[in-house]
């Protein structure tokens, strides 16, 4: 089987969003594989050991983005692919769909695995976006594959329920929590990841018209959320604080 | 001079530190109280190759160098010591002599298996007459046929539970003095080998440290370990070559309390300010930030003079008696910065402290490190 999965370099979870000059300043940041795409990692070495193949992790970002590649070779990938867009200035969803599609159009593959959303946008565009560009079926949220010949049986995650759903490859799915548990890579993975191939292209290698991949969406501000008040304990007779609580309602916090 | 880690020993480092942070801390006052590491964490370990971290890449290890060693030891460092002690014992006196000493069938045959974590290794010198006084043994090993036989008691050996191969030396030629020990392989399986009693202890909890009982054991001949009589000298060269590691995992432990520190001291508020602005604290503070630049460059140093093939007698005593009394000062002063909450046992520092104790004595103590050194420098000087 061949499969491929779409890997971004995020944030860690565990970092406080600081803005400075109206962009979230990712200095002094630690930066990890988005935890959506590592579970799809996760899944394809899965799926290769289980059905052979090979697995190829494909990130469309900067030069640092070799560290987050070079991690997913240590867990078990097989080879990796950076596109570096480091030269292009608006950058969105459709942007790297695009590229991921341009890049794509001249691959063998069964199985494309994505993370469900990236923790730092959170849009669960990018995979979505990809399928169409294809032209491939594709299932989002999945928390369970099982692969039978040229079959995919898919458990998808719809708010608390499990759907239940069968494709046929070639096929695109992106990853819910749940799917599995990651593995940390082992230290003699990590030594034998260094001797795994890892290509590095530039955008502009590919097939690309520059117009046709420039963002559809502008960000306006960024801001980060109010900070949180403190609370208001009414106190008095019940009625006269249903009265109180209702009329704060309306005209405080303006939600009735 | 160049004192950047290989970029592969940066990226084994910062994968360590993320099991650690992720794992381990986790579990770190269940580890305390229950005195067990979790099932969980010791297969997540083997997973991720811990236990092979100073056996060759031939044998299915990571063959690294002191210098990355060191640096992998300093992240183990920064959890819980008794799972630090479960894993460095192992890498550490449990498996170099097999890796020095061992003749390659031996090596065949024992590393593959520790390397995976799969056997435990373990190392037993010690007895009730023989501490400091290490050539003092009385287990005895006669031979019979194409056998030993092995007859006598080890305490404190740590991983003893644990273990599935032993290191141990015992005294083939009594007439012989140190020059009549020799070190074995010993199963746990071998006829006539029984762990004893598990010994209380006021730290490193989830360590074990147990008797040894050795009743007519049968060891065959091809389980000798290095060449007959030279165990001794074996012995001592083990601990020499893990003394490194055990600072390295010391100067950890140090980082990880001045973290603490730093965070502690600029949050609690007394006379109305975060106590780093009164200048004792500021001061402490301070101390502790220069014992461990000091003892990260003598630990790296070392390092790197042994992966130069230089002889370090000397110097491996000096960090070893370095290291350890290091750590029990820096112990001592972040227990003092945090006050009342150093002693509480719901919190990590008391930990630390009482586990800081244990690295003056073990692996040789404070004192005959000295001696060491002492000695040593009157060679040099004569
Ligand atoms: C938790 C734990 C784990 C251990 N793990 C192992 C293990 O895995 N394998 C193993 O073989 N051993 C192990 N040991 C044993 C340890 O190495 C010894 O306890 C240590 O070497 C000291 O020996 P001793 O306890 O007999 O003390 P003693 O030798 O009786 O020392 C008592 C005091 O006298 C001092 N002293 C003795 N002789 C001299 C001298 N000539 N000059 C100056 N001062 C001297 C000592 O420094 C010490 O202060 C472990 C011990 C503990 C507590």
Request: glycine letters at 8%.
């Amino acid at each position: 089987m061949d499969i491929y999965v779409l890997l971004k370099r995020t944030f860690d979870t565990e970092e406080k969003i600081v803005i400075n000059e109206g962009k979230v300043s990712d200095e002094g940041v630690d930066f990890i594989i988005n935890p959506y795409d590592e579970f799809a990692v996760e899944e394809a070495i899965l799926l290769r050991d289980k059905h052979g193949g090979e697995v190829t992790v494909v990130s469309v970002g900067s030069e640092e983005t070799e560290k987050e590649l070079r991690t997913a070779l240590a867990m078990g990938a097989d080879k990796a692919v950076l596109i570096n867009c480091e030269d292009l200035e608006a950058q969105d969803q459709h942007t790297t769909a695009s590229i991921l599609a341009a890049f794509f159009q001249d691959k063998d593959y069964d199985l494309i695995l994505g993370g469900n959303v990236s923790n730092d946008n959170s849009t669960g565009q990018v995979g979505p976006r990809l399928a169409e560009q294809l032209g491939l079926p594709y299932v989002t949220m999945i928390t369970n594959i099982e692969v039978d010949g040229n079959t995919a049986t898919l458990k998808r995650d719809v708010e608390g329920d499990t759907e239940v759903i069968e494709a046929t490859l070639p096929l695109l799915v992106t990853a819910q929590q749940g799917l599995n548990e990651p593995r940390y890579p082992s230290l003699p993975g990590i030594m034998k990841a260094k001797r795994k191939p890892l290509e590095e292209i530039d955008y502009d290698d590919l097939d690309i018209d520059e117009d046709e991949i420039e963002a559809k969406t502008e960000t306006i501000t960024t801001f980060l959320p109010p900070e949180k008040g403190a609370g208001k304990i009414l106190d008095g007779e019940l009625e006269v604080q249903v009265k109180e609580l209702v009329s704060n309602l309306h005209q405080e916090a303006k939600i009735l | 001079m160049d004192f950047r880690l290989d970029e592969e020993i940066e990226f084994l480092k910062t994968n360590i530190r993320n099991f650690v942070n992720n794992e381990v801390e986790k579990v770190a006052m269940q580890i305390e109280k229950e005195d067990k590491i979790p099932e969980r964490i010791i297969e997540l370990s083997k997973e991720m190759g811990l236990f092979g971290l100073s056996i060759p890449e031939e044998y299915g290890g990571l063959g690294i160098g002191m210098v990355g060693k060191c640096a992998l030891y300093e992240e183990l460092g920064k959890t819980h010591n008794g799972y630090t002690t479960l894993i460095g014992a192992h890498t550490g006196i449990g498996t170099v002599g097999i890796v020095e000493l061992g003749n390659e069938e031996q090596k065949q045959k024992y590393l593959p298996d520790m390397a995976s974590g799969n056997k435990i290794g373990a190392f037993a010198l010690t007895e009730p007459e023989a501490g400091s006084n290490a050539s003092n043994l009385k287990t005895t090993a006669v031979k019979r046929g194409d056998t030993y036989i092995l007859n006598g008691t080890k305490h404190y050996i740590t991983n003893a539970i644990e273990a599935d191969v032993f290191t141990v030396m015992a005294v083939t030629d009594p007439s012989k003095g140190a020059k009549g020990i020799t070190s074995f392989i010993v199963e746990k399986s071998f006829p006539g080998f029984q762990v004893g009693a598990v010994e209380e202890k006021m730290g490193l909890k989830g360590s074990h440290s147990a008797e040894l009982i050795f009743e007519d054991c049968e060891v065959p001949e091809e389980n000798v370990l290095g060449e007959v009589g030279k165990g001794y000298m074996n012995a001592l060269k083990i601990l020499a070559n893990g003394r490194a590691g055990l600072a390295a995992r010391n100067l950890g432990s140090c980082q990880k309390l001045l973290d603490m520190c730093m965070e502690y001291v600029q949050e609690r508020v007394q006379f109305g300010v975060p106590i780093i602005e009164h200048q004792a604290v500021a001061h402490m503070v301070a101390e502790i930030g220069v014992e461990i630049e000091a003892l990260r460059s003598f630990t790296y140093r070392i390092a790197w003079k042994v992966d130069q093939g230089e002889k370090v007698i000397k110097e491996a005593a000096m960090l070893k008696l370095y290291g350890s009394e290091v750590y029990n000062r820096v112990a001592d002063k972040a227990l003092q910065v945090h006050g009342g909450v150093g002693y509480i046992s719901d919190y990590p520092i008391e930990r630390y402290y009482r586990d800081a104790r244990i690295t003056r004595i073990y692996e040789g103590t404070s004192e005959i490190q000295k001696n060491i050194i002492a000695s040593q420098l009157r060679k040099e000087y004569s």
